[in-house]
């Protein structure tokens, strides 16, 4: 049905509603009974048809607002649920508080919770000073009065002083769609007249009822049921999005057509404040509280928007200068044009020849000036080195910080650089966060060790980038010519080579090229061509270590760890072969390979009786971080039968630098399958409250390191107390890895430690050591 028709169709249901249900009063005031049926059924189906209309306006929106009509839903529904128990409840104490009243004040909150949401979610152009202030002005005089002719010196019954409050709700929802939309579409104007209504009903009621007045309550009936249908009405409206149409109907209110009630309303509520006190002599504190409060208000508002409009006057100044300064500087540019054409000219040339963010020389002209220096060096007798730089961890400072923060820090540090060189000497930008330097005419090889010590101690201390601390280290290599290299490829390879090892040793030094580094490089080929190879000859086996309560005694998991016995060299370290499985990708279908076997052989253990053992499995960042993680891990539990309960994923504090957005996304999608995460050790990397905080972990573990001089040490002990707390007060385990010694164990136990795991109770062992292991139920070093 065309979306214009049912709109017809539910404004001609609403009108005949509203004059049936007066048709009805009136024809049926002699028939009590039927009077009070046709009632309840009137008063019932309006907060039904339009609580079942909201709801499916709000599964048809996709929009984020959509939320909006399911709680306009909510309030319809609670306020149907309110008649119905009014109705069952009608014969009995009026004055207690029953399932009416209770519903009642859901449908408040319901419409409450709304009301704040779109605060929240405004996009409208609306000032937020004066709208916040118009809101509080009005609403203080709306309390005011409702205190005054309604609540003060009235019999009212404690279950009933919160239907004024209700209404009050009410009267700051309309106030928020009337003041804070810059156009009233006219769903707007219908909730708004829904609101007031409702507001009008509920008020004189109460008028009606205190003050005695002789009237039938039951008029008011069909405004209670008008306001819900209204309000089902303005969601029908909501659906539609071809404002032009509207605008051509004349149905949206423009703001300009309203703008003086607007700006007056607040004024003309204190007015009325000041009127009634002036003519109510009897106790008219309330009033003077109320007015005084309001007077107050305005004087603030008045006071705020002064501030705000000398600064919109400033900025307009400034803008007004800078844009006579623009037309200045094109009518020069206009009257130099041919001077500019030459000037673009020797601009293009220099971006040819050099970086566009540093304004250093790029590498095509590095290379043109050590093809020279070569050439000069080897007339003369002269050495020269080139020197590879690069910024350690330059990548975490663009990810957490920003790009622009990283292009200011690599401007910082190309000007201190500069300012270290001879004026013969060349440094360059090769590109990203790495520099070349040409030093020329060096007579011994140790004359480049001052020079790299300045360079060095540019970033030794915080660099400060708009108020913010930047802590930076650099990896340099350095080649010399003729020894390590005679031409220009060779030179620059070998320096790179030489950049490369001082990164592997720990970043933040210098290495010299020896031939020593081929050996190196040659070592990795030669250990990833093996990788490679290693999964066909089923050369991989898994030890497990195992993890044992510190309450119980029992063995409560293991850890799986990956050994690799090659067919020629025997015994490879983890150490030496991860790094190259992660810088090759092989990480990716060895970790398969890993996770695959580690859960085919917990599903072997829970068979035999151990239902509880947690296997525990190690993930590099690649590994953790790469796309296809989430649907290997479903693999794998589908195919082996493992209770996704019991596989832990042990990850790094490394992944949140990497990308913590991806890496939270992929915990939490772990986490819904069932799967545990535990941060490994913990505390040793670049340790975060806020990712601690954003990661859905189950368990901390603290490193061996900190175990290890646990005794000897207080920081080392402040520090695994401090651990402990932490993890315990976010509800984590907390496993403490690299026990070796009792008194260790005394320490964590007496700290409540949960899990253990070292060489104290047992080594890495192979599949048939541990079942053997787990037979015996507790390790009898805690037992």
């Not at 009325?272 to 109320?290: A, K, P, R, V, Y």
């Not at 900025?315 to 130099?336: M, N, Q, V």
């Not at 068979?607 to 971080?625: E, H, T, W």
């Not at 061996?704 to 385990?733: C, R, W």
Request: net charge neutral; proline share 3%; aromatic share 10%.
């Amino acid at each position: 049905m065309d979306r214009f028709v049912r709109n017809r169709l539910y404004i001609y249901y609403t009108l005949f509603y509203t004059l049936g249900y007066y048709i009805w009063l009136y024809f049926s005031k002699n028939n009590i009974t039927s009077k009070t049926t046709g009632e309840n059924l009137f008063l019932l189906a309006a907060p039904l048809t339009s609580s079942i209309i909201l709801f499916f306006i709000y599964r048809r929106l996709k929009t984020k607002e959509n939320c909006i009509w399911l709680f306009y839903s909510l309030g319809c529904f609670f306020n149907f649920l309110a008649v119905l128990a009014n109705g069952y409840f009608y014969h009995k104490a009026v004055l207690s508080l029953g399932w009416n009243h209770l519903f009642y004040i859901l449908q408040i909150l319901c419409f409450l919770f709304v009301f704040i949401y779109i605060i929240r979610m405004k996009e409208e152009n609306v000032h937020l000073t004066k709208f916040t202030f118009d809101i509080c002005i009005i609403m203080t005089a709306a309390i005011t009065f409702s205190w005054y002719f309604i609540i003060r010196n009235h019999q009212i019954h404690n279950i009933f002083i919160g239907f004024p409050l209700g209404d009050l709700v009410l009267v700051f929802g309309a106030l928020i769609f009337y003041l804070g939309s810059e156009k009233l579409s006219p769903y707007k104007v219908l909730i708004l007249s829904s609101l007031l209504i409702h507001v009008i009903a509920d008020s004189s009621y109460f008028i009606i009822s205190i003050m005695n007045i002789p009237f039938s309550e039951r008029l008011l009936y069909p405004l209670w049921s008008l306001s819900p249908l209204l309000l089902g009405m303005a969601g029908t409206f909501a659906t539609q999005n071809d404002e032009e149409s509207f605008k051509k109907k004349n149905r949206i209110l423009s703001l300009k057509n309203s703008i003086t009630l607007r700006l007056l309303l607040p004024y003309i509520s204190v007015i009325l404040l000041f009127m009634t006190m002036i003519f109510q002599h009897q106790d008219s504190n309330s009033l003077i509280i109320g007015s005084a409060a309001a007077i107050l208000l305005l004087i603030l508002r008045h006071i705020f928007a002064s501030l705000e409009n000398q600064t919109l006057l400033a900025k307009y100044h400034e803008l007004t200068e800078e844009l006579e300064l623009k037309i200045g500087e094109r009518t020069e540019e206009l009257s130099s044009i041919n001077q500019q054409l030459l000037s673009a000219a020797r601009k293009m040339k220099h971006m040819a020849y050099h970086d566009v963010l540093s304004g250093l020389p790029n590498r095509r002209m590095f290379l043109e000036r050590l093809t020279t220096a070569m050439d000069e060096a080897k007339r003369n007798q002269y050495k020269l080195a080139v020197i590879f730089i690069d910024l350690d961890r330059f990548k975490n400072i663009n990810d957490t910080l920003g790009h622009e923060f990283g292009d200011l820090l690599l401007k910082h540090v190309t000007k201190e650089m500069a300012k270290n060189v001879r004026k013969i000497d060349t440094i360059s930008r090769q590109g990203g966060d790495e520099f070349t330097v040409l030093l020329n005419r060096i007579r011994a090889e140790e004359d480049v060790i001052p020079l790299v010590e300045r360079i060095r101690a540019i970033v030794a201390k915080p660099i400060n980038i708009q108020g913010q601390e930047l802590h930076v280290s650099m990896s340099i290599g350095i080649a010399f010519y003729p020894s390590d290299g005679n031409n220009t490829k060779e030179l620059m390879k070998n320096a790179d080579m030489a950049m490369y090892r001082a990164k592997e040793e720990g970043r933040n030094n210098y290495k010299f090229y020896s031939k020593d580094m081929n050996k190196t490089i040659s070592r990795k080929m030669a250990l990833e061509s093996g990788l490679r190879k290693a999964l066909k000859n089923n050369e991989f086996v898994l030890n497990y270590q195992p993890q044992v309560s510190l309450q119980t005694g029992e063995i409560v998991g293991v850890e799986a760890l990956l050994r690799w016995n090659t067919m020629e060299a025997g015994m490879v370290s983890p150490s030496q072969f991860i790094p190259v499985a992660e810088e090759s990708g092989l990480i990716i279908p060895i970790g398969e390979w890993v996770l695959n076997h580690a859960c085919m052989q917990g599903k072997a253990w829970h068979d035999s009786g151990k239902s509880d053992l947690i296997i525990a499995v190690n993930l590099s960042p690649v590994q953790f971080l790469h796309e296809n993680l989430v649907e290997m891990v479903i693999k794998a539990l589908k195919t082996t039968g493992l209770n996704p309960n019991c596989l832990e994923l042990e990850i790094t504090e490394g992944v949140a630098f990497t990308d913590a957005e991806a890496a939270i996304k992929n915990m939490q999608t772990l986490r819904d399958l069932g799967v545990r995460i535990s941060i490994d050790d913990f505390g040793t990397g670049f340790s975060s409250l806020m990712y601690l905080k954003r990661f859905p972990i189950n368990t901390l573990k603290i490193p061996k390191p900190f175990n290890q001089d646990i005794m000897a040490s207080q920081k080392d002990k402040a520090l695994v107390e401090t651990i402990i707390y932490l993890g315990h007060s976010l509800g984590l385990t907390v496993v403490a890895e690299g026990i070796e010694n009792k008194e260790q164990l005394l320490f964590l136990k007496e700290h409540h430690c949960d899990v253990v795991q070292g060489d104290l109770f047992s080594k890495p062992l192979t599949v048939m050591q541990v079942s053997a292991l787990i037979e015996n139920k507790k390790a009898e070093t805690i037992s």
